[in-house]
């Protein structure tokens, strides 16, 4: 998506904007799609788009480009990352389906722990845990089966279970319950310089 707009390419209102933000490391093609078409078997309503959170969503308190500015400056000093996706697991406080990580997951708490600070503090009402989400807000008689239907279909995947994490992404939560980009940095620039 480009700066500032919506999955079909519109520019999205102020009004439709709100005050959530969220740095996430996009989960790349092919096993990108491969997730965002298990998450659309699972909840078939979503518009998923895979990826991990470095910073879990949280308001600002101030305006998302001086945020900006702190995340670009933190990601230049970031060198890029290898992550391994392992198993399907389930959070038992919020029923969340999702992937567990093994590679990755220690450089990513890392990064959040560096990056949660500032002007991109947040008292998260859960522990970080690096993880991609499959499905969530869905009832609870069905995450049992649903999470057995995710297995399958990790079981059944055949390509890549690996990504670099090179770039990160700004998003921004807009009605009703979509994410938009706003900026995009590349890790470790400042050692190439």
């Known amino acids: 998506m480009s700066s500032e707009t919506n999955g079909t390419g519109l520019r999205v209102p102020a009004e439709e904007r709100l005050n959530i933000f969220a740095l996430v490391i996009y989960v790349p093609d092919p096993l990108g799609k491969f997730l965002d078409d298990v998450r659309r078997a699972l909840v078939p ?16 308190a ?9 995340v670009r400056c933190q990601l230049e000093m970031w060198s890029p990352f290898e992550i391994a996706l392992t198993s399907i697991q389930t959070f038992p406080a919020t029923d969340v389906i999702y992937l567990e990580l093994s590679d990755g997951a220690a450089e990513l708490r890392r990064l959040h722990a560096a990056m949660d600070n500032r002007f991109l503090a947040f008292r998260e009402p859960f522990a970080y845990h690096p993880h991609v989400t499959l499905a969530q807000e869905i009832p609870q008689e069905e995450v049992g089966s649903l999470c057995e239907r995710a297995a399958v279909l990790w079981d059944e995947y055949e390509g890549p279970r690996t990504f670099r994490a090179e770039r990160a992404a700004l998003v921004q939560n807009t009605l009703p319950n979509a994410w938009i980009d706003l900026a995009e940095y590349p890790m470790g620039v400042a050692a190439l310089r």
């Open 45 to 60: 309503h979503s518009n998923p788009r895979a990826h991990v959170s470095v910073l879990p969503p949280r308001p600002l």
């Open 62 to 70: 101030v305006d998302w480009s001086v945020a900006s500015s702190q």
